[in-house]
């Protein structure tokens, strides 16, 4: 199968928009790559007593509209341009909502599944004392992502503050409650695109109690499949894979069974309620709603003609190529891009860094309003987008996000 490069697919991506807005050369130039990029070499002592040299990323892609936002990934495939497509990801995603943001995204190449929790915070530590010249609640604002967690993000905000000799719990988000994290940030990223199923749901007249399924049972997985069923009223798992094999069962996966299995044994290999299957066939399911909730381009021109979910909900970060896109909107597969899907989690993140700003901290109905009305309005602002450019959903919010950041460059006189 073709190898994909992600930043490629960002760029097209930013390229289709810019000629719909008819954007001058100099305006898609800028926002066609990163403005800042810093590449760093990190020296860890392992448990063994040896030094380990790990290679890792802070990219900040675009701070028109404020300071940079996104995760920082632990993942062995991690590179430049990986980062670069989520970081590109990120700009669009925080001006779709519309969260005074910019986007950035972080990465150190490792394999966090081979590593002791010392060693962890070692790598975390490390990568602090690395980035922290160029991080700050007015520049650039790290979280967790694949492979990081609330802990990591208290081990990097206790560096940065051993460093800085000041309190910023703000310059890091999804962090633990008792180290300023807020509530509702846990489940952020699933309930925002369970959300948007809910409104897309009601525009294209689909049961949202039907049959859905997961591909990637992760976090935000694991969090969609409860939420689905108590968001919307019901809905029968019939099909979920992770990265160690895919389940089926026709009369619906117990949910809350499963989810105890997995973070018991580590994955869904072996969970007596359904059925083993390849994991690629998840994907391929008869289904009204597929979550694609692993890594990038899993969706392809390969796959795209077999898939026969109604919605396509993307929690994770450019799980469709763009050659995908086109089949799917010709199979009149309503795809909810994951710059408008998976918005939830900086949306709370956004929340987290106001309450930490202000010490007003918020209770979790709260915070599930705020996210709900936020999701709501990028929805339907991105479908009155698809009806007046007449293109489909990921090009409607590419546009919206691009044509936001656009004009602050504009005013700012960049461009």
């Given amino acids: 199968m073709e190898s994909y490069n992600s930043f490629h697919v960002a760029q097209k991506h930013v390229l289709e928009a810019a000629k719909i807005l008819n954007l001058e050369q100099a305006t898609l130039d800028l926002l066609s790559w990163p403005q ?3 590449k760093f070499t990190l020296p860890v002592k392992m448990d063994n007593g040896k030094t380990k040299i790990f290679h890792a990323y802070r990219i900040q892609y675009n701070y ?3 300071p940079a936002k996104g995760g920082i990934r632990f993942h062995p495939d991690e590179t430049v341009d990986t980062i ?18 910019g986007g950035g995204k972080g990465g150190v190449a490792c394999n966090p599944r081979s590593m002791s929790d010392r060693e962890l915070e070692n790598v975390s530590r490390a990568y602090i004392r690395a980035a922290a010249p160029y991080l700050g609640i007015d520049k650039d604002v790290p979280a967790p992502d694949v492979y990081t967690n609330p802990q990591t ?9 051993t460093i800085t000799m000041h309190h910023h719990p703000g310059v890091l988000t999804d962090k633990p409650m008792q180290l300023g994290g ?9 309930r925002g695109g369970v959300i948007t199923v809910r409104e897309a749901c009601k525009i294209l007249n689909i049961d949202p109690t039907g049959t859905f399924a997961i591909q ?11 939420l689905h069923q108590e968001m919307l009223g019901g809905g029968k798992l019939v099909g979920v894979c992770d990265s160690r094999g895919g389940l089926y069962n026709p009369d619906g996966l117990n949910v809350k069974e499963l989810v105890t299995y997995k973070l018991k044994k580590g994955s869904i290999a072996g969970f007596p309620g359904g059925k083993p299957v390849d994991r690629d066939s998840i994907l391929e399911m008869n289904v009204d709603i597929l979550y694609p909730a692993a890594l990038e381009n899993a969706i392809t021109e390969f796959n795209a003609g077999n898939i026969k979910a109604k919605i396509i909900c993307e929690l994770a970060n450019g799980p469709t190529t763009p050659e995908a896109d086109i089949i799917l909107n010709k199979k009149g597969i309503h795809v909810i891009p994951d710059i ?13 860094m106001v309450q930490n ?9 709260t915070a599930h309003r705020r996210l709900d009305q936020k999701i709501t309005a990028a929805y339907h602002t991105v479908a009155e987008a698809v009806k007046e450019k007449k293109v489909h959903p990921r090009l409607a919010a590419t546009i919206v996000g691009v044509a936001r950041v656009a004009e602050a460059c504009e005013l700012r006189g960049w461009v």
């Fill in 216 to 226: 990637g049972f992760g976090n935000a997985g694991q969090r969609a499949a409860l």
């Fill in 36 to 38: 800042r990029e810093f």
């Fill in 64 to 66: 028109a509209r404020g």
């Fill in 357 to 365: 700003a202000t010490s007003d901290f918020w209770d979790e109905p």
């Fill in 84 to 101: 670069r497509a989520l970081a590109s990801w990120m700009t669009w995603k925080t001006a779709v909502v519309d969260l005074p943001l």
């Fill in 182 to 190: 807020t509530e509702g940030r846990r489940d952020a990223t699933a």
């Fill in 340 to 352: 408008l899907a998976s918005a939830g989690g900086v949306t709370v993140s956004h929340f987290e």
């Fill in 153 to 161: 993000m208290a081990w990097m905000m206790d560096e940065y503050e």
